[in-house]
Nanobody, 125 residues
């Protein structure tokens, strides 16, 4: 059974940092396209940062220079490092995985097959 489990959410002060983790089981993340999405109350789910299996990337303009994605192959886990957090980053964050995906579709939630349950990040003073 393919499964993604996020962790690492919580309360963060503006300007602070947080690292989210996404552990995969039932499949090897290295062979898949991976991404992080978020959904704030009353808003649609949006792509934050995605990397296709062939190395193409998508970064939301709002997180460029602040968020990075990485993988630990030995742990079959990927991470979202979030720096210089802002109140508008507050959202439920999801990790996702899928097979090959066209670069132009990376930002489309409907194109992703596997999702975690989400982890809440709240940026507030």
């Amino acid at each position: 059974q393919l499964q993604l489990v996020e962790s690492g959410g919580g309360l963060v002060q503006p300007g602070g940092s947080r690292r989210l983790s996404c552990a995969a089981s039932g499949f090897t993340l290295d062979y898949y396209s991976v991404g992080w999405f978020r959904q704030a109350p009353g808003k649609e789910r949006e792509a934050v940062l995605c990397i296709s299996s062939t190395g193409e990337t998508y970064y939301a303009d709002s997180v460029k220079g602040r968020f990075t994605i990485s993988r630990d192959s030995a742990k079959n886990t990927m991470y979202l490092q979030m720096n210089s957090l802002k109140p508008e980053d507050t959202a439920l964050y999801y990790c996702a995985a899928t097979g090959d995906i066209d670069q132009h579709l990376l930002r489309a939630p409907g194109e992703w097959d596997y999702w975690g349950q989400g982890t809440q990040v709240t940026v507030t003073s």
